[in-house]
C-alpha cells in the first residue's frame, strides 16, 4: 500500500504544496469544483493552494491506461463514477499525478507549460459536494460519546448492554448533506421541555454540533451479497469530515422509539475533500484494543488484519467563531481535540456490519462515524457533552458564553493525520455559520 506517493522527500513544483497542512503532494485529494470563471463543475485535486483540473488534464493528454479511466471518470460534476472503479484505477491516478507535481519529475516541464489551464487557486474557486449522495448513515462509534451523552439520561447504566456487540447506527437524510461553507438554518420542531406540559413548536433552543469522520464508499455490493470483513476495504474510497448538526430539543422529544428524525435531518457539514484511503495508507494504526472485560467481536466483525490495522492516526479539532469574536478580528476558539482511537469500532466493521443482513451500499453513500470523544472535556465532540447539557456554560476569551449555538456562530472542524517520519496531511476545513430560524 506505502509506494512512492508517499515519500516524504517528494515535494512539488508547485510550491504552496511544500509544507501545505492540508495538501502536500503526499495526499492529493479528490473534489468537485467550478472554475474562478464560473465553469461547469468538475473533479479536481487539491495541491497546496491550487485545484488541479482533472478535466483539462486528461484533454491536455496527460492520462494513460487505468490513469485516464480514472481521470476521465472523475471529470464530471460528481465523482461516483470514479468512486466506482475502486482502487486500482484510483491508485493507477494517483501515482500519474504525483509524477506530474513532482518537483523532480521527469515531466515537470510539459506539464509547467500547460499550468494556465491546469491549475485554479482554490480561494477562488467555488467548491462542491464531491458526490451525489444517495444514502447517508450515521453510526455512533465514539465509545466515550455514547458512555458521555447516556450518562445526561441513565448515570448508573450509561452504556446500553448492544453497544459492544452491534456497531450502532440510524439511516440519515442524504438530500441534506451540503458542503462546507453552506450557511445552516436553525431548525423549528416540537419541543417539550421537563417543565412543559405539552409540547410547543418554535426555533430549536439546544442547537449543537457533532464533530465526526465522515467515510466515502466506493465500489458498492449487489443486494442480498454482504462484504465480508476482509474485503471490507475494498469498499471504502476514503474519508472527509462530517458535522451532524443535532437539535437536542427536539431530540429529547422525539427520539424514542425509532430514534433520530428531524432533530438531525434539517442539515449535515461535510468537508469539501475525498481524502483517499490511499493517501491515509502510512496513518493506519490498530484498532482500539478491546478490554478483557469487553466482549470479542462476533466472528463475522472479526479479521486479525483489520485489527492490526484498521485504526486511523487522525487527530480532529473543533473551533468557535462567535459574531463578537469576527467582528474583533478574533481566529477562532479551540474548543477541543481528539483522536480517531475514539472509535470502537472500525470503518472495516461498519461496512461488514451494514451490509450483513444484504442491505447494498453503492458508490457515493456516505457514512458518518459517531461523534468523536475522549474522557477529558477538551476532548468532547459536542457542546452537549461540553456544557454537561447546558447546565455549564462554556467561558469564552471575551467573557461571554455559550450552552449551545446562537445565531451568528460558525464551528469550524479540523483534522491532520499523522505519523513518524511520514508528512502529514489534512482534510480542508468543515465549516458552517448558524442562521437565525427566519
Ligand atoms: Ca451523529
Known amino acids: 500500500m506505502i509506494d512512492e506517493t508517499h515519500d516524504p522527500a517528494r515535494a512539488s513544483w508547485i510550491a504552496s504544496a511544500n509544507g501545505h497542512a492540508d495538501f502536500p503532494i503526499q495526499n492529493l485529494p479528490f473534489g468537485v469544483f467550478s472554475p474562478p470563471d464560473g465553469g461547469t463543475p468538475r473533479g479536481g485535486v487539491a495541491i497546496g493552494g491550487s485545484i488541479l483540473d482533472l478535466w483539462a488534464a486528461a484533454s491536455a493528454g496527460l492520462f494513460a491506461g487505468a ?5 476521465e471518470a472523475a471529470s464530471g460534476p460528481a465523482l461516483n463514477p470514479l468512486l466506482a472503479l475502486g482502487d486500482g484505477p484510483r491508485i493507477a ?22 499550468a ?34 447516556g450518562r445526561l439520561f441513565r448515570p448508573d447504566n450509561p452504556l446500553l448492554p448492544n453497544y459492544k456487540y452491534v456497531p450502532v447506527a440510524y439511516h440519515g437524510r442524504a438530500s441534506s448533506v451540503r458542503v462546507s461553507g ?14 412543559q406540559p405539552a409540547p410547543d413548536f418554535g426555533p430549536c433552543r439546544t442547537l449543537d454540533y457533532e464533530l465526526e469522520l465522515g467515510i466515502w464508499v ?15 476495504g475494498a469498499h471504502v474510497a476514503g474519508f472527509c469530515l462530517l458535522n451532524d448538526w443535532s437539535a437536542r430539543d427536539i431530540q429529547a422529544w422525539e427520539y424514542q422509539p425509532l430514534g433520530p ?6 442539515h449535515t457539514t461535510i468537508s469539501p475533500w475525498v481524502v483517499t484511503a490511499e493517501a491515509m495508507a502510512p496513518f493506519r494504526v490498530p484498532a482500539r484494543p478491546r478490554g478483557a472485560d469487553e466482549p470479542a467481536p462476533l466472528p463475522y466483525l472479526s479479521d486479525a488484519a483489520d485489527q492490526a490495522g484498521g485504526g486511523l492516526a487522525i487527530r480532529f479539532a473543533v473551533a468557535l467563531l462567535t459574531p463578537r469574536m469576527r467582528e474583533a478580528g478574533r481566529a477562532p476558539h479551540k474548543l477541543s481535540a481528539v483522536g ?14 451494514h451490509t450483513s ?17 475522549g474522557a477529558d472535556p477538551g476532548s468532547f465532540g459536542s457542546l452537549m457533552e461540553l456544557t454537561q447539557g447546558g447546565r455549564a456554560p462554556l467561558m469564552l476569551p471575551d467573557g461571554e458564553t455559550r450552552r449551545f449555538l446562537e445565531d451568528g456562530d460558525e464551528v469550524i472542524l479540523t483534522a491532520q493525520a499523522t505519523a513518524p517520519g511520514r508528512v502529514p496531511i489534512g482534510f480542508g476545513a468543515c465549516r458552517g455559520v448558524v442562521l437565525g430560524a427566519g
Open 67 to 71: 490513469a485516464r479511466d480514472a481521470a
Open 93 to 114: 491516478l494517483r501515482r500519474r499525478l504525483s509524477a506530474l507535481l513532482d518537483r523532480d519529475g521527469p515531466e515537470r516541464g510539459r506539464i509547467g507549460k500547460l
Open 116 to 149: 494556465d489551464r491546469l491549475l485554479h487557486p482554490i480561494d477562488r474557486c467555488a467548491l462542491h459536494l464531491p458526490a451525489a449522495i444517495g444514502d447517508y448513515t450515521d453510526f455512533f462509534a465514539g465509545i466515550q460519546h455514547a458512555t458521555n451523552t
Open 182 to 195: 453552506v450557511p445552516v438554518r436553525r431548525p423549528s420542531g416540537q419541543r417539550k421541555p421537563p417543565d
Open 218 to 232: 466506493g465500489p458498492g455490493n449487489d443486494q442480498g451479497v454482504p462484504i465480508p470483513i476482509a474485503r471490507a
Open 261 to 266: 428524525f428531524l432533530a438531525k435531518s434539517f
Open 340 to 353: 480517531a482511537d475514539a472509535l470502537y469500532w472500525t470503518v472495516a466493521q461498519m461496512v461488514s456490519h
Open 357 to 373: 443482513n444484504g442491505c447494498n451500499l453503492r458508490p457515493g453513500d456516505l457514512f458518518g462515524s459517531g461523534t468523536l470523544s
